[in-house]
């Protein structure tokens, strides 16, 4: 008994002064830490919410400059649509019904009818000639402008088109006659977002934004957004909205972080909105450079302009505060939020001394504390949980003493090691069940979505190719359709020619749908791998001279001709998949060329092999449209001149034939300029050895 008091005795003592001076270490290390640890948290938190905030500003200011993007790409749209189904009509009579000459030589809305409130206004200049396409452009402007104008008055100052640079211009503005209260002189200069259309300028063809400018009508800062508008590679005009800028200057300035400013600028180092700067800004026009400003600016500038485009937050060039960086889509501004650290210092300051004084005051509390607990719930009831514990591992009772130890601690950690030993074993043994379980239902998850996968892309492949099938049938079946019963009607009564004249049409109609089922076809088998390649020598003069023979008549429809020079090369190929090859390349040629335009094929031998060339002298290609060129079902924005039927195919068989003889097929073209085909066969002995190959792996 006396044995039992001194051990708990001893181990109160030992553990009572243990923990005190480890309670004081600690509490005199929190408190040396608590700073720097406060600090960091801090920041995390700060930038956290300061990477939310940049988002969510980002998000709100690129709203109106996206939408803005929007509208004038849906206008121009709409605009072509309407040109493109009216190049047939004349629009002299609507043109005269709606636009008079003034006194002062400018051609605008007759005033009985130029409601500007509701309707877009016009200004003609005196010197420009009125062509059957320019009224029919005018009209048509006025008709969208009217519809479109009202709906985008609430975000944009104003909608507008102009035509031929500044030849025309129309304005959709219900607060001003725009067209009446301009000169000669103001309309016939050229604005940056005129010039900024024109092909010269912005050969990509993109919606571009203008620089700030202060309108004096509406005494309000602006920008300016405008998409050109081209028909056929030919440039028409632009369609553009100005976008008033004070309520973004006013959000920037006024709703900020408490403690912090925002600021926006773009990325060439205009200032735009700062709080500090509003009259610098203003006295420069909208202009303020950045990088001829104060340090302070140009140490910002310099330091955002040099971040990554990944980067949210960076230091300043002083290093006293962060910068959060959120673009501006649309306009392609900066909006950065200057956030101090000193507020952080001073917060966890305050932190640490609050660290401070509260271990003080817990180390006292803790010890007293301390003591109780060991005395009355650790001693006391140690001996009893030691037996407890060794029955439940051992299933019997044992008064074996710890040979190390003489507390019951020692005794303790015997007992819990044997029952941990007990408990580990079990535990393994269900981790390595789980573990098993769920990798085989991982697996077998994989393989399901695979194979849901696979469902959905032959569903779609289905569903594609009777849409094809469906469309482009349709209209042929229904043509012979009524053909052949006019010719039942009138077979006795209409002369040989006449007759012979609508045979023709069913022979052609019914040979476009031979070539539709044929693509289909031939795009099966391909995908399925079932095409065999009877590899022959083959003289490409003849090959290209009985081609040209099958065109002659498709030709002769549209006044359009074919030059070929003979090269005299023999070329290692199967005969009817480079027959097949040419004529799809013929026929995309004489599809997309104009009438009277003529068609290049040549011939040539290089160090890669033999280069086979189709070029026309079509619309060409658009540089976004190269990437889906030889995509199965792809169309383009180019269409045929003659309206003629596609399917989507043809390039895409093209390209697996040409592969199937181990060759390549490439296309170059400049957008309005055309485009040139070229196949490139491998030379005899390379595809010799590539064919050898080909049957070594397949008897592997």
């Not at 006795?492 to 031979?514: F, N, V």
């Not at 309206?643 to 093209?654: M, N, R």
Request: hydrophobic fraction near 40%.
């Amino acid at each position: 008994m006396n044995s039992h008091n001194h051990a708990t005795s001893s181990l109160f003592r030992r553990v009572l002064r243990s923990m005190a001076l480890r309670i004081a270490i600690a509490a005199c290390l929190i408190s040396a830490l608590s700073y720097y640890y406060s600090y960091v948290r801090l920041q995390e938190e700060a930038l956290s919410n300061l990477s939310k905030y940049i988002d969510t500003r980002s998000q709100l200011e690129s709203e109106l400059f996206i939408n803005a993007e929007s509208n004038t790409k849906l206008i121009r749209d709409d605009f072509l649509r309407r040109y493109a189904q009216a190049q047939t009509q004349d629009f002299s009579a609507q043109f005269g019904a709606l636009v008079r000459q003034d006194r002062d030589g400018m051609w605008r809305v007759k005033a009985e009818i130029d409601h500007f409130e509701h309707q877009a206004t016009i200004a003609l200049l005196p010197t420009v000639k009125q062509t059957p396409e320019l009224k029919r452009q005018v009209v048509l402007a006025h008709q969208i402008l009217s519809q479109y104008g009202p709906a985008y008055r609430g975000r944009s100052y104003d909608t507008f088109i102009d035509l031929n640079v500044s030849d025309v211009s129309l304005m959709y503005l219900p607060i001003l006659n725009y067209a009446r209260n301009g000169s000669v002189d103001d309309f016939a200069e050229d604005l940056e977002t005129e010039l900024g259309a024109l092909p010269e300028r912005n050969p990509a063809r993109k919606t571009f934004w203008t620089g700030i400018y202060y309108d004096k009508q509406a005494l309000e800062w602006m920008v300016s957004v405008v998409t050109p508008i081209d028909y056929l590679g030919q440039y028409i005009g632009g369609v553009g909205q100005d976008i008033p800028l004070d309520q973004l200057i006013t959000r920037t300035n006024n709703v900020s972080i408490p403690g912090t400013h925002n600021m926006i600028f773009s990325r060439d180092g205009m200032l735009l909105a700062h709080p500090d700067y509003m009259a610098k800004i203003q006295a420069n026009n909208g202009t303020l450079d950045m990088r001829k400003a104060d340090p302070v600016l140009q140490g910002i500038f310099n330091v955002v302009s040099k971040a990554a485009a990944k980067d949210r937050f960076i230091e300043s060039s002083d290093g006293r505060s962060w910068l959060g960086i959120a673009p501006i889509k649309g306009a392609d501004w900066l909006f950065v939020t200057v956030y101090p650290k000193r507020l952080l210092e001073e917060k966890a300051a305050l932190a640490a001394s609050m660290v401070l004084v509260l271990g003080i005051v817990a180390l006292a509390v803790e010890l007293g504390l301390l003591a109780m607990v060991l005395r009355n719930d650790v001693a006391r009831p140690l001996e009893r949980l030691k037996n407890a514990i060794r029955a439940l591992a051992a299933g019997k009772q044992s008064n074996q003493l710890d040979l190390h130890r003489s507390d019951e601690i020692g005794e303790l950690a015997r007992t819990f090691n044997e029952m941990s030993h007990t408990v580990q074993s079990h535990r393994i043994h269900l981790e390595d069940l789980v573990a098993d379980r769920t990798q085989e239902l991982a697996t077998r998850n994989l393989q399901l979505e695979a194979a849901n996968e696979a469902l959905k892309y032959l569903n779609q492949e289905k569903n594609e190719l009777l849409a094809i099938a469906a469309h482009d049938l349709k209209n042929p079946v229904a043509s012979i359709q009524g053909m052949a019963g006019l010719l039942n009607e009138r077979l006795d009564s209409w002369p040989t020619e006449k007759i012979k004249d609508r045979l023709d049409g069913i022979h052609l109609l019914a040979g476009r749908m031979q070539r539709i089922i044929s693509n289909l076809l031939d795009h099966d088998a391909l995908e399925a791998g079932s095409v065999q390649m009877q590899i022959e020598e083959i003289d490409l003069d003849e090959l290209i001279s009985d081609t040209l023979i099958t065109w002659r008549e498709r030709l002769h429809s549209k006044q359009q001709t074919i030059h070929y020079s003979p090269s005299q090369l023999i070329v290692h190929a199967d005969r009817q998949a480079l027959w097949q090859i040419l004529d799809n390349l013929i026929s995309n040629a004489v599809k997309y060329s104009p009438n009277e335009q003529s068609i290049l094929i040549s011939a040539q031998l290089t160090d890669d092999g033999v280069e086979l060339t189709v070029s026309d002298h079509g619309p060409g290609i658009a540089p976004h449209e190269i990437g889906m060129l030889f995509k199965k079902f792809s169309r383009l924005s180019a269409r045929p001149t003659g309206g003629e039927h596609t399917t989507g195919l043809g390039l895409s068989i093209v390209k697996k034939l040409v592969e199937a003889m181990y060759g390549q097929i490439r296309c170059e073209s400049q957008f309005g300029q055309g485009a040139r085909f070229i196949v490139t066969l491998p030379p005899v002995r390379q595809h010799l050895a590539a064919s050898s190959a080909h049957r070594q792996q397949e008897q592997a």
